[in-house]
């Protein structure tokens, strides 16, 4: 048997807040834990007429972060993940009948052969929905005719694995998130639902990009023109063969590199991934370099646009909204790395190894984890310019306040002293008081209120001048 397992990163508005699981376990494990059947009942009116009876022709939806997990002994055995929770918040399974606006009417091979639909919830925006259809009609060709019918089915499974992503999103995953969002009104759990002014709700249920994994039997016929053609564009300068002949000579069973893969099931496991499916810790680990590669290419992209406009922001309303972002996402950035680095403790060491060769060979670190890193710091830096500039005008208002008082002070005590030298040379009582003759009261008392004025206004100019002077030279 010959199929293709489709799978789409789709961006999607749930986020957990921030250390959730950490803080409070236990409460964390019984929100989820209470949400179960809930949901049931919100999956019954959900999906459309079920196409068997009973509750087994339903969708089906399984929240996975129900128990509290275990900071102890987690590595009880060496032969699955060490970690007692799972990356993902929930798994939802379908049939094609609940899919109606993709699959009601449609007839073409790849449509009728889908046997298998799922998706999974990931907590920084990232749904990952996968498809499994039996192509084998599909290439049921002559061997000329093979590289166009393999062109053909891969531009239909990329058309189908958005419009799919599009319609779980849209019929299942966010009546799913309004649910959870009113069990969790004081937002401890699931952060507020993204505003609809917000630019980013338009990538809401749209896929990042397709893969397509071709799973072949090598002793099917045209396997090697199949085999040639699917991974044709696929190479590494650190190869010393072609991908292809390495596959075909047995060297190696499987390819996963960008976009196109390829496995060779020489057992019939297929790729229902049922137990004794000899590619199970391939498929985990290409799940989880998915899931990370696109979290984390989402946090670039919209710190690149969001430190684009900091840099063009002019108002305060503006920079105090940026600054927001750049907080926000900056914290987000930084938990998907760890998280990576902490679900790397706990997988099962052949996942490990998979996923970390598939990263590699995607230039995860260099493509994505340096620049989000260097863009992180960015992001500090002008953050603390944010912060001094605004220090610096809390500055300039206190400086133009204490000038003011300075200014008026000056006035005021001109006035002061001319009203007081006046008061002794008129009051004969005044003068016991006075035990000399002071020439600057004297000459204050002797002169015009106009003199006084004009005085004082030259002394606070001069004042002006000098603080602006060492003002100058400060920022210089």
């Not at 749930?14 to 409460?27: F, I, N, Q």
């Not at 393999?150 to 849209?170: C, F, H, K, P």
């Not at 564009?233 to 002949?245: E, K, Q, Y």
């Not at 998280?339 to 970390?356: F, G």
Request: with cysteine.
């Amino acid at each position: 048997m010959t199929e293709l397992r489709i799978l789409a990163p789709v961006v999607v508005d749930y986020y957990a807040v921030p250390g959730a699981s950490l803080r409070d376990p236990m409460a964390y494990a019984g929100f989820w834990a209470e949400q179960q059947s809930a949901l049931d009942e919100l999956l019954v009116e959900l999906a459309p007429e079920a196409p068997t009876e009973g509750t087994a022709g339903r969708p089906i939806v399984v929240l996975e972060h129900t128990r509290p997990a275990n900071s102890l002994n987690l590595y009880r055995t060496i032969s699955d993940y060490g970690a007692e929770r799972t990356p993902h918040v929930l798994t939802g399974t379908l049939r094609p009948a609940h899919l109606p606006g993709e699959f009601a009417g449609v007839t073409d091979v790849l449509h009728t052969g889908v046997s298998e639909i799922s998706f999974r919830l990931y907590d920084h925006g990232l749904m990952l929905v996968e498809l499994l259809a039996d192509v084998e009609p599909a290439l049921a060709t002559p061997a000329d005719e093979l590289p166009a019918r393999l062109d053909e089915l891969q531009d239909q499974a990329v058309a189908m694995g958005e419009r799919v992503a599009r319609e779980v999103v849209s019929r299942y995953l966010d009546p799913m998130l309004a649910l959870f969002r009113r069990a969790d009104r004081e937002d401890q759990i699931l952060a507020a639902a993204t505003g609809q002014d917000d630019p980013v709700t338009a990538e809401f249920g749209e896929a990042l990009w397709v893969t397509r994994s071709l799973i072949l039997d090598p002793a099917c016929p045209n396997a090697e023109t199949m085999v040639r053609h699917w991974v044709k564009d696929v190479v590494s300068a650190a190869d010393d063969r072609l991908p292809a002949d390495r596959l075909l000579d047995g060297e190696i069973h499987h390819l996963v590199r960008w976009l196109n893969y390829l496995f060779l099931d020489r057992h019939g496991a297929g790729g229902r991934m049922l137990p004794g499916d000899p590619f199970q810790d391939q498929w985990d680990a290409l799940r989880h370099a998915q899931v990370f590669y696109g979290m984390l290419d989402r946090i670039d992209t919209r710190l690149s646009k969001i430190l684009a406009d900091s840099a063009a922001a002019t108002s305060r309303w503006e920079l105090d909204q940026l600054k927001d972002k750049l907080i926000g996402l900056s914290q987000r950035a930084e938990l998907i790395i760890m998280e990576r680095q902490d679900l790397s403790k706990y997988l099962k060491r052949s996942v490990r190894v998979e996923m970390d060769a598939i990263l590699d060979f995607w230039d995860y670190e260099t493509l994505l984890e340096q620049p989000v890193r260097f863009k992180i710091e960015t992001c500090d830096r002008r953050l603390a310019e944010l912060a001094a500039r605004r220090t610096a005008r809390s500055a300039m208002f206190t400086d133009l306040i204490l000038l003011g008082i300075a200014m008026t002070s000056i006035l005021g005590t001109a006035l002061a002293v001319t009203d007081f030298g006046r008061s002794i040379a008129s009051d004969p009582d005044m003068a016991v008081y006075d035990l000399g003759r002071s020439s600057a009261v004297e000459w204050f008392a002797s002169q015009s209120a106009d003199t006084i004025l004009i005085a004082s206004g030259m002394l606070s100019i001069l004042l002006v001048i000098v603080y602006l002077f060492f003002r100058r030279d400060s920022r210089s």
